[in-house]
C-alpha cells in the first residue's frame, strides 16, 4: 500500500526552526518527486517546495526561498522539510505527495509546486508559528 506519514509539526516561535519528515512506503522513493504543500486556514493550498526523482534537483516558492530546503534519504524512504527562520505566515498544515512525473524539478519551475502533478498525499502536519 502506497502511503506517506508526515511527522514533526508542532509549534514554534518567530525565528525558529522545525525539521518536518515524510516517511514514505509502498513505492521506490528513488522514482518518484515528493513535494512539500501546505495550506493555512480560510486560504488555498499551496506548494512550498519539492525535490525531484533526478539528480535531486529542487525548487521553492518564492516566499520560503533562502528559509526551506528539500532532502531525501532514499535508503531510509523519507524525504525531509528543513524549515528555517519561521514566520508567522508559514503557519499552516503541511503535506508531502509523490509524484512519477516530475524528474527535474528546477527545469519544470513553478510547474513541480501544482498540486495536480501529484497522486499521493499524506494526512497533513500542522505547523503553527507564534510567540
Known amino acids: 500500500q502506497v502511503q506517506l506519514v508526515e511527522s514533526g509539526g508542532g509549534l514554534v516561535q518567530p525565528g525558529g526552526s522545525l525539521r518536518l519528515s515524510c516517511a514514505t512506503s509502498g513505492f521506490s522513493l528513488d522514482d518518484y518527486a515528493i513535494g512539500w504543500f501546505r495550506q493555512a486556514p480560510g486560504k488555498e493550498r499551496e506548494g512550498v517546495i519539492c525535490?525531484?526523482?533526478?539528480?535531486?534537483?529542487?525548487y521553492s516558492a518564492e516566499s520560503v526561498k533562502g528559509r526551506f530546503t528539500i532532502s531525501r534519504d532514499n535508503a531510509l524512504n523519507t524525504v525531509y522539510l528543513q524549515m528555517n527562520n519561521l514566520k508567522p505566515e508559514d503557519t499552516a498544515v503541511y503535506y508531502c505527495?509523490?509524484?512519477?512525473?516530475?524528474?527535474?524539478?528546477?527545469?519544470?519551475?513553478?510547474?513541480?509546486?501544482?498540486?495536480?502533478?501529484?497522486?499521493?498525499w499524506g494526512q497533513g502536519t500542522q505547523v503553527t508559528v507564534s510567540s
Open positions: 505527495a509523490a509524484s512519477n512525473r516530475i524528474t527535474d524539478a528546477q527545469a519544470m519551475g513553478v510547474i513541480s509546486l501544482v498540486s495536480g502533478w501529484y497522486d499521493v
Open positions: 525535490i525531484g526523482s533526478e539528480d535531486d534537483s529542487t
